[in-house]
């Protein structure tokens, strides 16, 4: 079973800023099935990337995702204030389609 | 415009029994795996169950294996998740998903709430 680790649990920014969250891999993720979703409170999550780096139909271009191996990267160019969330990978090739635990982008 | 409804969650005592059921539409509902994937309050997401398109394959995760069960009515479009011998750890909202082998989760429903408690 793959375990995703998130980076950092709590990013504490101002809007306009650049936000850099991580996902650890126990074991090297072969093919591209890491996804990246977005959680407002109260709501139920959003895909924002898929296959490592594509982004899903309508998200900004402010949201890029990079990575390979067993380290990958969501970065935010420049927060907008609807930006303040939580968000999650996931590991989606094959069950358990594990998630990270979270990392909540807060002001 | 695809939509997933869920229904079926309220308080249930420890040891009880609750089926939930998952409404689509908006897609052709026999040409995708189904998966459900619940959130503890104040919780992260956790994935719980899976069903390949025609029902042939299932998967749980070890916490919930013999206690759940996921099933479809295609004829329906209709998924389901029996949970039976609940415990306060099932507490959490349940959500309904369409997984897409390229994409992941493009697909959630809004969530029902199973809430474990005497």
């Known amino acids: 079973e793959i375990v995703l680790t998130q980076s950092p649990g709590t990013l504490s920014l101002s809007p306009g800023e650049r936000a850099t969250l991580s996902c650890r891999a126990s074991?090297?993720?072969?093919?591209?099935?890491l996804a990246w979703y977005q959680q407002k409170r109260g709501q139920s999550p959003r895909l924002l990337i898929y296959g490592v780096s594509t982004r899903a139909t309508g998200i900004p271009d402010r949201f890029s995702g990079s990575g390979s191996g067993t380290d990958f990267t969501l970065t935010i160019s420049g927060l907008d204030p609807e930006d303040f969330a939580v968000y999650y990978c996931q590991f989606y090739g094959s069950s358990p389609r594990t998630f990270g635990q979270g990392t909540k982008v807060e002001i | 415009e695809v939509q997933l409804v869920e229904s079926g969650g309220g308080l249930v005592q420890p040891g009880g029994s609750l089926r939930l059921s998952c409404s689509v539409s908006g897609f052709t509902f026999n040409n995708y795996d189904m998966h459900w994937v619940r959130q503890a309050p104040g919780k992260g997401l956790q994935y719980v169950s899976a069903?390949?398109?025609?029902?042939?394959?299932?998967y749980y995760i070890d916490s919930v294996k013999g206690r759940f069960t996921i099933s479809r009515d295609n004829s329906k479009n209709t998924l389901y998740l029996q949970m039976s011998s609940l415990r306060a750890e099932d507490t959490a909202v349940y959500y309904c998903v369409r997984y897409d082998i390229l994409s992941g989760y493009v697909y959630w429903g809004q969530g029902t709430l199973v809430t474990v408690s005497s």
């Open positions: 069903i390949t398109n025609m029902g042939r394959s299932t």
């Open positions: 074991q090297s993720l072969s093919s591209s099935y």
